[in-house]
């Protein structure tokens, strides 16, 4: 039975990532991932590949696929055509389906991202906004930052003029037919249906894990928690 | 008197027209190059035994000129074969009643190998580059110094999706383990590294020459490819790679990198494809009629094939080749 | 560097009439930039180009942290493709490197798996009414400006040289991974030796500085800084190729990536914060630019214009040695050279405090 694989291969960033491994090493030796954690992009491949259902389950519940950092260096120099980081992204996207991403520490933080970006693109129709980079949360981005947030007007002021209005320029407000779209994209593509499964997974293991369901002190327990045994 | 036509001079060639001028049939070898004798010229010393490139190429030379009725025409190419008849570039057309195309392969380019930085960054030379340094006696870094560690790397441009190279050129392995050997004759003091995926060791002696490489001269070998190679600010290399044994990623500075060229098909033969009605493979080697039973024919009648030209080979097999198609030859003319 | 590969590596790059998609991180930290490429485009250059207010965010920074699916950033992305067909134009350009690496991945498996197109053309249809086409020409912002570097070498008004010395400036420079590593081809140069940026420099007076970890990620790895927990990953990263390339001496980095621009400069601010270590010379922080930046000082732009002062580390030195004349004092006003105040100085602030500035404060 290769239950698992099968359903990997429906998407088709598996089909184009995964051929066949030969075990060479190229990708590990640049994977920026790889120079940090305990970690080895090689090897998953290389289990991806057994097409075994234990093998692939475990790597569904495990720590391991949430370490790659999608930077893509693995896949321009594969002798084998195969990109490592598709095969991640594949891993990733049916743990999530699955819910078994919360079965590791790494794997929950999908709660964290899901509401830090994916909920600010649903409000604003972009990853990121400055007032979403909290310079509490945000030490590493220094002083400056921290001046242009409080002073934030003034400052983007002198770049765009429609700073948090609607109109052409940086930082512009999307009106509200765009973001009825954007919103109507992520009902019919199953966006929406992918962030609520996040939801009720993370909601059920914070509940198993003794929180008051995903709340925001689940949320700040997987944004923050490191148990430092990654390495 | 029956006439062969051999197009292609190297060993292959060379050793065919020897057999056939003993079997009292009269050969042309049609040469690119200036010179008789192919790429074994660029080879200092060959595997496992450590003969002297120069001294087998001697022997079939030697053999060649007592031949009889061999005439030689260097600097041309054949653009059209038929088994009776071969147009060369100059436009000359020759009559025969049978052709060996023994044209051999074509080098990798490494610098194709971006990554590697062939061509860019000093001192990374090819295995190629690395004989006509044993050649000249003098292996040096661009400073003039002495390397101190070297590092091998296998499969360059060969099992390569990448490069369009997807065959193994089957003598590289054993090539890296002889050049890692000659190195440390060369400097005993140096550490040299020979990074590949599997070993392949097909021939004879060929084992036992990596078994003495590790036992006699303390190559070392990590499993791995290397994946990329950037300059230091001292002049050396950086290489980075797995230690796929280990399973964790490999940094090191090294003074010269060796990379072993693979072996690709010759450039001419989707020409022979186009004009002769001749068969490649995927590799782009040429099909021979049978993989067992007619390794050295084509599928066309009165056309043979030696050597290289439809695989990698190593010089001996060349050799061997050299002779089955001049004795497939010569059974084919008499029949 | 001896870079012979480049060549090989040449894209169609339109060359005028270009749909215009910003992008989140270079809209939120270096606003100027965007800003600056408009402008070299429409009045330094003469060309026409497009900034819509329709177009959002790709979605691109969701989709590599794993929270938006594959089909529902084809959608957004069609989207994108509908909203330049509605205005008319045909020339797709980018103004951030996620983006642009997922709309060649997507331009590719449309063209690679049929059936996502199709899937695609459809889901839109469904959830807005709009249909697109393909964009004849895809490129990045740095691609127009290198597509255009040796007319904007003819008006410039300064090269990358130090004034004091006649020496050409040591530039580091960073491609940023989604450029080229996941189609070499469509980068200019390719992955291995990328001439995007090089191109640039060489052709306003600057030296190219290679050194061992220049290919390296810069470390953002998406939920690798996005997390809290995780950013040990993305600063270790960035550590690696300050490390690497401090004994090079660069006078400045220059970004391809707007994310790559912000970390390197950040993480400078935070090593140094932590350890005690800066990178550049005489105890400073190494200035990074994006290619906008760069392009803009040498045509001339104050550096305050271009939204120099948004960066942590000090830009100062670099304009010193490029003699450019700027307005310390102008540095942190508001709007209409309103005072507010100006950032807590930290250790990659090494420029001295202005006296001016001192007796307004």
Known sequence: MAKYFDMLLEDVRLREGLTACMNCGVCTAVCPAAAFYNYDPRQIVCMVQTRDDATIEALLKSETIWYCGECMSCRPRCPRGNTPAYVIQALRTLSQKLGFFVESEKGRQQLALKRAIGDNILRTGYCLTPRNIRPELHPEQGTVWKWIIDNDEQIYGQFTSVYGKEGAGALRKCSDETMEEIHKIFEVTGGKEFFDAIEQHSDRKAREMGFDGANEEYFMEVYTRNSNEHY | MKHVIIIGGGIAGMQCACTLAEKGIATTIIEKDSDLGGKIRSWHVLFPTFTPADQVLSAVRHRLAKAESVTIKTGCEAVKITPKCVTLSTGEELTCDAVVIATGFTLFDARLKEEYGYGIYDNVVTSVDLEQMFNKGEVRLTSGLTPRRIAILHCVGSRDEKVCQRHCSKVCCVTGVKQAIELKKMFPAADVFNFYMDIRMFGPGYEEMYREAQLMHNVHFVRGRISEVSPTIDGRLQIKAEDTLTGRPLKMGIDMLVLLIGMRSNDMNPTLEAESGLKCQPSGFMQPKDSFLGNVESPIEGIFYAGAVTAPKNIGESINEGTAAALAAAEWINK | ?361
């Not at chain 3, 469509?186 to 060489?202: D, H, I």
């Not at chain 3, 732009?301 to 004092?329: A, I």
């Open chain 3, 1 to 361: 560097m001896k870079r012979s590969s480049w060549t090989d590596y040449q894209k169609d790059i339109a060359d005028d009439n270009y749909y215009y998609a910003r992008s989140c991180i270079r809209q939120n930290f270096f606003p100027g930039s965007e800003k600056v490429f408009l402008d070299i485009l429409s009045k330094d250059l003469g060309r026409n180009i497009f900034d819509d207010p329709l177009h959002t965010s790709c979605t691109g920074i969701g989709y590599h942290s794993d929270v938006v699916p594959l089909e529902t950033i084809m959608t957004v992305v069609a989207r994108q493709f509908a909203l330049m067909s509605e205005a008319g134009y045909e020339n797709f350009t980018s103004s951030c490197i996620t983006s642009f690496g997922i709309y060649t991945e997507l331009l590719n498996t449309w063209e690679e798996f049929p059936e996502t197109e199709e899937r695609t053309r459809e889901n839109l249809y469904k959830a807005t009414g709009r249909e697109f086409k393909i964009p004849k020409n895809l490129s990045h912002t740095s691609d127009v400006i290198f597509h255009h570097r040796e007319e904007i070498a003819r008006k410039a008004v300064r090269k990358l040289v130090n004034v004091h010395t006649g020496e050409p400036l040591r530039v580091v420079e960073h491609i940023g991974c989604h450029y080229a590593k996941i189609f070499p081809k469509k980068g200019v140069g390719g992955s291995e030796f990328p001439y995007v940026l090089a191109g640039m420099v060489e052709s306003w007076g600057g030296e190219i500085v290679d050194y061992p970890e220049r290919r390296h990620c810069c470390g953002f790895g998406f939920r690798n800084y996005l997390v809290q927990a995780n950013r040990g990953y993305s600063v270790a990263n960035s550590h690696k190729k300050l490390e690497s390339m401090a004994p090079f001496k660069p006078d400045f980095i220059v970004c391809n990536c707007p994310g790559c621009t912000m970390f390197l400069d950040k993480w400078q601010y935070t090593i140094a914060e932590m350890e005690g270590t800066t990178y550049g010379q005489n105890g400073q922080g190494i200035p990074v630019l994006s290619y906008e930046e760069m392009a803009g000082l040498v045509l001339g732009y104050d550096p305050w214009v271009l939204g120099m002062q948004m960066h942590q580390v000090d830009v100062e030195p670099l304009l010193d040695k490029l003699g450019v004349e700027y307005d310390p004092s102008a540095k942190y006003l508001g709007r209409n050279g309103k005072y507010i105040g100006r950032p807590e100085r930290a250790i990659v602030n090494s420029c001295s405090e202005d006296t001016l500035y001192k007796i307004r404060r």
